[in-house]
């Protein structure tokens, strides 16, 4: 599902890795919901189309993962334990490193005024429970579309089990996560 380039290395990095490193484009999508139902069958769709998922039962795992991960996309219930749904969408979208992370509100508040909030706080898209999974994988892929950036270059390098995010500087391996610095 995902196009892959080459990426030269110098020959003594080739043998070490015994492959070539893949650019690999991240469509990972974080799904911030405390229902288990509602998380399983949203992540259930999204791979299905080929998209990888993670999931944070909080706001405050939210942060964490989006900390350490780059995500292309955040459907996030506004109901959360802790940290309500609006308020990590204004504390995402005020800070730098993860504003252009789009987001799509996925709740059962659905008063016009609940919309109204959820998109002044910065939102994306909302939609409202109950919903329609195809409608839900188009606006998605809609929402994605208009996210993407023209010539927008793959950030990511993968080798195995390794991943490194160059514009991020970060590095996830073997379930850890590593911040470089210099």
């Not at 998209?51 to 219930?77: K, N």
């Not at 992370?101 to 919309?115: C, F, G, V």
Request: glycine share 4%; charged share 30%.
């Amino acid at each position: 599902m995902y196009i892959t380039e080459d990426v030269l290395l110098p020959l003594d990095a080739q043998r070490y890795f015994g492959y070539h490193l893949r650019v690999v484009p991240m469509d990972r999508i974080l799904v911030v919901e405390d229902e288990s139902d509602i998380s399983d069958l949203v992540t259930y769709n999204l791979e299905k189309h080929g998209y990888e998922t993670d999931v944070a039962r909080s706001g405050e795992e939210a942060l964490g993962l989006i900390r350490s991960r780059p995500y292309r996309l955040i459907v996030l219930d506004l109901v959360l334990p802790g940290l309500t749904g609006m308020d990590l969408c204004r504390i995402l979208k005020n800070d730098p490193a993860a504003a252009s992370i789009p987001i799509i509100m996925l709740t059962a508040r659905s008063t016009e005024a609940d919309k109204v909030d959820g998109l002044e706080a910065g939102a994306d898209d909302y939609i409202t429970k109950p919903f329609s999974v195809k409608e839900f994988i188009a606006r998605v892929k809609a929402v994605l579309k208009r996210a993407e950036r023209p010539h927008e270059r793959p950030t990511v390098l993968k080798a195995g089990c390794i991943e490194m995010d160059v514009d991020r500087h970060i590095v996830n391996a073997w379930d850890r996560t590593i911040e470089l610095r210099h």
